[in-house]
């Protein structure tokens, strides 16, 4: 099991490298954000962890290259910051998991064990739902020949709308499928993120397809608000 990690703290890499070694994996080491993007997008790796406090970049633009470089592989990432803007920050740039500094080994084995079962995110097939079109492999939306710029995040929760046409979906069902582990249960993260969709992709072309169903969560009507 290949993994990389993009930490440039001495005490701490050594720390990670001799302790994932024990437990079987193979781990390469970057010093700075540029040094991972470039060996994430020269070598396989089944795991990426990735510190936030990095000298050059930080690790929010590095996920955000390695995403953009066309890497999958899972990613963790590390941040002594607790903030809840900062976890959606990493999130948005493509990260799979964050784990906040200071943390146990133990929990960090049992996120990369997660990740590993969970496997590469694999592009899927584009789906359509009225004028609206979205290309997961692409990262891209279009409501009718018009691009709508979004998020890795706001195309996250889109993607699981589109894929449940007329389907109400909780609020716990969308952070499951956006963020995988129980995240914020108690904040207002999906409805922020649904009013950031509704602000581009319904507001600009006069339309409502993102419904609010009183009690039970949110679906996209089945026309796509044509």
């Given at each position: 099991?290949?993994?990389?990690?993009?930490?440039?703290?001495?005490?701490?890499?050594?720390?990670?490298?001799r302790?994932?070694?024990?437990?079987?994996?193979?781990?390469?080491?970057?010093?700075t954000?540029?040094?991972?993007v470039?060996?994430?997008?020269?070598?396989?790796?089944?795991?990426?962890?990735?510190?936030v406090?990095l000298p050059?970049i930080?690790?929010?633009?590095?996920?955000?290259?390695?995403?953009?470089?066309?890497?999958?592989?899972?990613v963790?990432?590390?941040?002594?910051?607790?903030?809840?803007?900062?976890r959606?920050?990493?999130?948005?740039g493509?990260a799979?998991?964050?784990?906040?500094k200071?943390?146990?080994?133990?929990?960090?084995?049992?996120r990369?064990?997660?990740?590993v079962?969970?496997?590469q995110?694999?592009?899927?097939?584009?789906?359509?739902v009225?004028?609206?079109?979205?290309?997961p492999?692409?990262?891209?939306?279009w409501?009718?020949?018009?691009e709508?710029?979004?998020?890795?995040?706001?195309?996250?929760?889109?993607?699981?709308?589109?894929?449940?046409p007329?389907?109400?979906?909780?609020?716990t069902?969308?952070l499951?499928?956006?963020?995988e582990?129980?995240?914020?249960h108690?904040?207002?993260?999906?409805?922020?993120y649904?009013?950031?969709?509704?602000?581009?992709?319904d507001?600009?072309?006069?339309?409502?397809?993102?419904?609010?169903?009183r009690?039970?969560?949110?679906?996209?009507?089945?026309d796509?608000?044509?």
């Open positions: 099991m290949r993994v990389l990690l993009v930490e440039d703290e001495v005490k701490m890499t050594a720390l990670l490298r302790g994932l070694g024990e437990q079987g994996f193979a781990v390469e080491v970057a010093g954000g540029e040094d991972g470039a060996m994430a997008a020269a070598a396989a790796y089944d795991l990426i962890v990735l510190d406090m050059g930080d690790g929010f633009e590095a996920c955000r290259r390695v995403r953009a470089e066309g890497v999958w592989s899972p963790l990432m590390l941040t002594a910051r607790g903030a809840l803007g900062d959606v920050a990493g999130l948005d493509g799979d998991d964050y784990l906040t200071p943390f146990s080994f133990a929990e960090l084995l049992a990369l064990r997660a990740l079962r969970r496997g995110a694999e592009p899927m097939a584009p789906v359509e009225g004028d609206l079109r979205l290309d492999a692409a990262r891209q939306v409501r009718g020949e018009t709508i710029e979004l998020s890795a995040k706001e195309l996250t929760l889109l993607e699981a709308f589109m894929r449940n007329g389907h109400v979906l909780t609020r069902q969308l499951e499928h956006a963020w582990y129980d995240y914020e108690r904040s207002n993260v999906i409805e922020v649904v009013r950031y969709l509704r602000r581009k992709i507001q600009p072309f006069g339309v409502k397809s993102l419904e609010t169903v009690g039970a969560g949110y679906r996209l009507r089945k796509g608000g044509v």
